[in-house]
């Protein structure tokens, strides 16, 4: 007797269990800020909390040790009345006129010069212009501090050369400030030159043949195409360099220590006083007075420029 071998079911799959919508909702929303959640941990610890403390100290009477008094607005007045706080103020402005609109005219030209494919040794050129900014500020400030010299430095002794008398650059408060805005240019300019080196690749080349064919000259294409078309690199590196210049300390700290009779006592070295003296309340209410000033200024700036478009 043969027995008849029926095939049995195959036993039913079981269903995989189904996420919920709502879950995954959640999972694909809360990924993007799981990813940048330390950058906003660092930035929260060491940005966000420390211009809180900041502010809250600029109302208070602090030495550093001890308790912190409240002294409200008292800061701030002393600040507003004090000859020496708007005396920085004046010395950081003339600075910026002696450096400023002299970086971004020679950073163009130099960046155009750079940019054009006819220009030998350009990537010799961009290294050369780049070196002084990465040189450290200190000793290039030491260097400065040599070669201007009253009665030692180079340039004195070039011009005893052709019978010119010594100059004292870093001693009368005539030659202090431009000694120490052609420091700020020499080490800074090459930066804004790769700034601007950047906006300019940005601009399509046609432009400029079509402007070649019309017969449009190298200066008449520099002022009616390219200085339009990289305006907004131009605004955005006088707002860098305008923050560069309202904080600069090292220089004049190495260089001329703020003299001669304060001439170049920057709004940064100004600060860097109150912190000298342990007057911690007054330096936290000078540092936001300079964010205001410098934020006015940078508001100003992007005004103009949106008058433009």
Not at 62 to 68: F, I, L, N, T, V
Not at 205 to 219: F, L
Not at 227 to 253: D, G, H, K, N, Y
Not at 273 to 282: E, S
Request: proline share 6%.
């Amino acid at each position: 007797m043969t027995l008849a071998l029926t095939p049995t079911a195959p036993a039913e799959a079981l269903p995989a269990p189904r996420r919920g919508p709502h879950r995954s909702l959640l999972r694909r929303t809360a990924a993007p800020y799981l990813f940048v959640l330390p950058f906003l941990a660092l930035f929260a610890a060491f940005g966000v909390y420390p211009m809180i403390f900041t502010l809250r100290l600029s109302f208070t009477d602090w030495r550093g040790s001890g308790a912190a008094s409240w002294v409200g607005w008292d800061n701030y007045t002393y600040l507003l009345g004090n000859e020496a706080f708007w005396s920085s103020l004046g010395n950081s402005a003339t600075l910026w006129l002696l450096i400023v609109p002299v970086q971004m005219v020679l950073a163009l030209v130099v960046a155009v010069l750079l940019d054009d494919a006819r220009t030998r040794l350009r990537s010799f050129y961009r290294v050369a212009f780049l070196v002084p900014f990465v040189t450290p500020l200190v000793a290039v400030a030491q260097i400065w501090v040599v070669v201007f010299d009253r009665d030692y430095g180079a340039v004195n002794g070039l011009l005893n050369l052709v019978g010119l008398p010594d100059v004292g650059w870093l001693t009368t408060t005539q030659w202090a400030k431009p000694t120490l805005a052609l420091l700020f240019l020499w080490k800074t300019t090459g930066f804004i030159v790769v700034i601007l080196l950047s906006g300019l690749q940005s601009v399509d080349s046609t432009v400029y043949e079509a402007a070649a064919i019309d017969g449009a000259s190298r200066p008449r294409q520099l002022w009616s195409i390219t200085i339009p078309l990289v305006r907004r690199t131009l605004m955005f590196s006088v707002v860098l360099q305008t923050l560069a210049v309202f904080q600069m300390f090292a220089e004049p700290f190495v260089v001329t220590d703020g003299g001669p009779y304060g001439s170049t006592t920057t709004a940064g070295l100004h600060l860097y006083n109150h912190i000298t003296r342990a007057d911690l309340g007054t330096g936290a209410a000078n540092s936001f007075l300079l964010v205001v000033v410098v934020m006015a200024l940078s508001l100003v700036f992007v005004r103009l420029l949106r008058s433009e478009d």
